[in-house]
């Protein structure tokens, strides 16, 4: 078994500030290839960041939430895009450890493994000798351009006794590659289609819905870790969350900036920094992104509260998850909104972060799972006594 020394939480959120100005540097790269370039991976390589959601018999670091809030937020001061895909990463390390441990001794035979995916069972499998016969096409694979293993979901075609979608474990090199990401936000997060033509999964790296959202895996050694008890939506939701503040306070910094010396444009006011317009607008946004970050915390605080006594979840405790990082979304939005609009025309130049900021930002509240008004939907639901209309808890 690997003998890891894990690095604090300071010592992680400090690594990943120091990249910070490579990957500023490196923005306007990124937006144009649509993907990582070989130096940033290297980068947060060399930093030991995609060793956070390993398992830690296989070297990794098992990090809790807020080390991972407070690291993702680090990493969307440099670059939104970089940040969406070690979050991919550090979400689906962790699902992977779900698996039976046999298919865990292929996956993370690199403490360094990179495993993107998707949950939409956008394709079929069908029983073989041996396993299953894997076919479909799933979109959205962020990170997938450097990954080496890849969670695919599919529904079931004669599969005995299955009820619902099965999850397979697959490498990316199996698998062929669409480029199909021409977007206007998370450009770089090369979020490309991945298919499968009659690919043979053994049947060690197949596992049921039941398993993956909620009997806590199939794997022996991370099944006697509370950690991995902790709803597969709940742990991947703070993993989500911090990349949202970080891209606020980027977007906020940023224009504080570029702010001495610039004029009001057509008013009577020789530098916007003097204006009373900028001081409501500057106040508003920083108090939205001080009361995200907040409430990330007290998530965060409230989960490592929770699988330190080895709770269970409750339903409304479930719901309370998935309302946290959809109002979160809300407030980042809306603070990189309010800068977008007091930036002026200058802003609309490439090499000003704000636009692009806020195009990726937006395009993150449009993730399925972080869009503020189904989330907020979900919560009133709940308190006015309903049983929550999605099992995607």
Known sequence: MPHTTVPTRDELVDAAAKLVPLLRERALWIDEHRRLPSDVIEAIEAAGLFRMQVPAQYGGYESDARTHIDVLAEVARGNSSVA??????ASLGWMAGLWPDEALDEVFTDPQVRISGTTAPTGTVRPTRGGYVLNGSWGFNSGVL???WKVTVARPEGVDGATGPLFCLVPVSELKIKDDWHTTGLRGSGSVTTLAEDLFVPAHRVITGADF??????SRVNGTKAAYRVPVLVTTTAVQIGQLIGAAKYALASFLERLPGRPMTYTDYPSQREAPLTHLQVGEAALLIEDAETRAHRFADLIAAK?????????????????????????CKKAVDIIAQASGGSSVHQDVPITRIQRDLHAVTLHAMIT??????LYGR?????????AYL
């Open 84 to 89: 969406f895909c070690l979050s991919v990463y």
């Open 382 to 390: 709940s308190l006015c006594g309903l049983e929550p209309n999605t």
């Open 213 to 218: 959202y909620q009997s806590g895996g199939k």
């Open 307 to 331: 699988t330190g006594r080895d709770e269970p979840w409750t339903s409304d405790e479930r719901v309370g998850s998935r309302v946290q990082i959809g109002w979160i979304a809300q407030q």
């Open 146 to 148: 450097h990954s080496q």
């Open 372 to 377: 503020p008004g189904v989330n907020v939907e």
